[in-house]
């Protein structure tokens, strides 16, 4: 037997956990300033209220960063010991770059640390470098990630390096992200979607602010600076950190990148046309 997939047509869940003997999956599609927590806490509430269980099982499979937009799978019950082989599904994005400047996060919960040239940065040289980056290939994380070093999680490493370049002329030390292990990972294809050389003409990329509960997460807005911006679908091995191949595409142009957008379009056989909002997702819960 397999988990329950719950999707747009399944009707309410019945009221006991025992008619899902293997759990139950919900592709949700994780709003942009939500940490994966907040929809975990959210789901979570509904369902323990729904099955009159106080320490039911719901977990997900893959962080995406407050940032990033798209499919989180969220398994409830059994389900969650499929967890991890689910994160071992390949996963597809698509990823709204900025050239021309860096921040220590690689996206746009840091502010512009540092501004680079952009000579070379342009679609035909953007078309020429992408297939470099195609099959494996080691990665180095971003210093903000959950990456270990020496026992220490490296966002913890990244936060202190980043209060201590408040008061350094030279800013923040991005060769720290060198202490970190390289990681094995597999870029299947690179796909150029659009290209703007001046940014973007709204202003605006994939994420949006219309259910931005996580008001703790900072978001800098560097759309006047109109810095050449491009879109493109990736899609990747488990463990490809997007952030960092955006400051590596920023490097191999002679100049510097981050994320300013990132929606996971889909994981393993999950696709974004299937997920559901987390309202939606808590409506399959009917109310008591």
């Given at each position: 037997?397999?988990?329950?997939?719950?999707?747009?047509?399944?009707?309410?869940?019945?009221?006991?956990?025992?008619?899902?003997?293997?759990?139950?999956?919900?592709?949700?599609?994780?709003?942009?300033?939500?940490t994966s927590a907040d929809v975990i806490r959210k789901i979570k509430y509904c369902a323990c209220r729904h099955f009159g269980k106080k320490n039911l099982k719901v977990g997900h499979a893959g962080t995406l960063d407050p940032l990033a937009t798209g499919v989180l799978l969220v398994c409830i019950g059994k389900a969650t010991r499929m967890a991890e082989e689910y994160q071992r599904?390949?996963?597809?994005?698509?990823?709204?770059?900025?050239?021309?400047?860096?921040?220590?996060?690689?996206?746009?919960?840091?502010?512009?640390?540092?501004f680079y040239p952009t000579d070379r940065v342009s679609e035909e040289e953007l078309r020429k470098i992408l297939p470099r980056f195609l099959g494996e290939q080691e990665q180095v994380a971003p210093l903000f990630s959950a990456k270990s070093v020496d026992g220490m999680r490296a966002y913890e490493l990244a936060r202190k390096a980043y209060r201590q370049a408040?008061?350094?002329?030279?800013?923040?030390?991005?060769?720290?992200?060198?202490?970190?292990?390289?990681?094995?990972?597999?870029?299947?294809?690179?796909?150029?979607?659009?290209?703007?050389?001046?940014?973007?003409?709204?202003?605006?990329?994939?994420?949006?602010?219309t259910d931005a509960r996580n008001l703790r997460i900072n978001v800098t807005d560097n759309s006047s600076l109109h810095l050449p911006h491009a879109d493109i679908r990736i899609a990747c091995s488990k463990g490809t950190y997007v952030r960092a191949l955006a400051r590596d595409l920023g490097e191999a142009l002679s100049s510097g990148a981050h994320l300013d957008a990132l929606c996971r379009t889909r994981t393993g056989g999950f696709r974004i046309g299937q997920a559901l909002s987390p309202d939606d997702a808590a409506a399959l819960f009917k109310t008591k």
């Open positions: 037997m397999a988990p329950l997939i719950a999707g747009r047509n399944t009707p309410c869940l019945s009221d006991s956990i025992e008619d899902y003997p293997e759990g139950i999956v919900i592709p949700v599609d994780k709003p942009y300033r939500w599904h390949d996963k597809e994005y698509v990823a709204g770059i900025s050239f021309g400047a860096t921040t220590p996060s690689y996206d746009l919960e840091k502010e512009i640390d540092r408040k008061d350094d002329p030279e800013g923040f030390d991005h060769s720290l992200a060198e202490c970190l292990s390289r990681q094995q990972i597999r870029i299947d294809s690179l796909e150029l979607l659009g290209f703007w050389p001046e940014g973007k003409p709204s202003g605006k990329t994939a994420g949006t602010e």
